[in-house]
T-cell receptor
Framework: ELKVEQNPLFLSMQEGKNYTIYCNYS?????LYWYRQDPGKSLESLFV?????AVKQEGRLMASLDTKARLSTLHITAAVHDLSATYFC????????????FGKGTKLTVNP | GAVVSQHPSRVICKSGTSVKIECRSL??????MFWYRQFPKQSLMLMAT?????????EQGVEKDKFLINHASLTLSTLTVTSAHPEDSSFYIC??????????FGPGTRLTVL
């Protein structure tokens, strides 16, 4: 069964703190995506990770991929209120029907 | 980056009517488009994969006669919700695939069925 598990599902943190969101996936995929969604809006692409060991950073967010452990992480550094949103990871599944399989999302609230 | 549009952004209709949602890739050609549904506080669920010039591939549990998909050109896919009912109320999001690993999402259509 195709499964993408994120944890935590809810994260409340203070401004200035660091935290990591974890994403475990079930296949041997080497393509992993991170998206941000604000309330009432569609998805905004954050990172595309295409190989084992890939690390990408944008501002206070850094994503990494370990295909052997089937694990991706999204690390938040010195959080600010503007990062409050729901974050989804998704793995690209190929072979037969190709598609993105999404995790349940992590709702992040950054408190002042 | 590439732009994908959806129209309408919001629609309210009466139960039993049909609603058509358009998804357009504005600055690239997309042989494959995807349709997702998202219920409040839930993740995105893939409904179907739309391939230009061929029949859509529906995910298990999605009624193909209720959710009609047409991908008539390389820049346009449409989703028609036929005989809509309140339980079809949801946020419908399309995406278009440009290259092997690039997928761009539309802004979504919020459907409310009264």
């Amino acid at each position: 069964e195709l499964k993408v598990e994120q944890n935590p599902l809810f994260l409340s943190m203070q401004e200035g703190k660091n935290y990591t969101i974890y994403c475990n996936y079930s296949t041997t995929s080497d393509r992993l995506y991170w998206y941000r969604q604000d309330p009432g809006k569609s998805l905004e692409s954050l990172f595309v990770l295409l190989s084992n060991g890939a690390v990408k950073q944008e501002g206070r967010l850094m994503a990494s991929l370990d295909t052997k452990a089937r694990l991706s992480t999204l690390h938040i550094t010195a959080a600010v209120h503007d990062l409050s949103a729901t974050y989804f990871c998704a793995e690209w599944v190929s072979g037969g029907s190709e598609k993105l399989v999404f995790g349940k999302g992590t709702k992040l609230t950054v408190n002042p | 980056g590439a732009v994908v549009s959806q129209h309408p952004s919001r629609v309210i209709c009466k139960s039993g009517t049909s609603v058509k949602i358009e998804c357009r890739s504005l600055d690239f050609q997309a042989t494959t488009m995807f349709w997702y549904r998202q219920f409040p506080k839930q993740s995105l669920m893939l409904m179907a994969t739309s391939n230009e010039g061929s029949k859509a591939t529906y995910e298990q549990g999605v009624e193909k006669d209720k959710f009609l998909i047409n991908h008539a050109s390389l820049t346009l896919s449409t989703l028609t919700v036929t005989s809509a009912h309140p339980e079809d109320s949801s946020f419908y999001i399309c995406s278009a695939k440009r290259l092997a690993h690039e997928q761009f999402f539309g802004p979504g259509t919020r459907l409310t069925v009264l």
